[in-house]
């Protein structure tokens, strides 16, 4: 066995993102797009996505991915986040 390189792999949350369109179709600006990050919060071993979270509600939340970050995030969270159907929003490097 010759030696290797180990590269680790890095694990992100990117969550969740709202996308909506500005002005309408005669609009100058109607092929617009805006994309806008939804946090996650766990309160009480639920996972709940809040739009515009407060200060407050995020320091209370037992866990929280803000929302249009790229997060790093643990083997073990990964797995938490997978099981609430979050999968989709993981990023492997």
Excluded: C
Excluded at 14 to 27: A, C, D, E, F, Q
Excluded at 49 to 57: I, K, L, Q
Aim: no cysteine; proline share 5%.
């Amino acid at each position: 066995m010759g030696r290797g390189t180990v590269v680790p792999t890095y694990i992100y949350f990117v969550g969740p993102k709202l996308t909506y369109g500005h002005g309408r179709r005669n609009s100058p600006l109607w092929w617009v797009e805006q994309r806008d990050g939804i946090t996650l919060l766990k309160q009480s071993g639920v996972w709940t996505e809040v739009m515009y979270p407060t200060g407050d509600e995020i320091a209370a939340a037992e866990k929280a991915f803000r929302g249009g970050y790229r997060t790093p995030i643990t083997g073990t969270e990964k797995a938490e986040l997978v099981a609430a159907g979050y999968g989709s929003y993981i990023e492997e490097e």
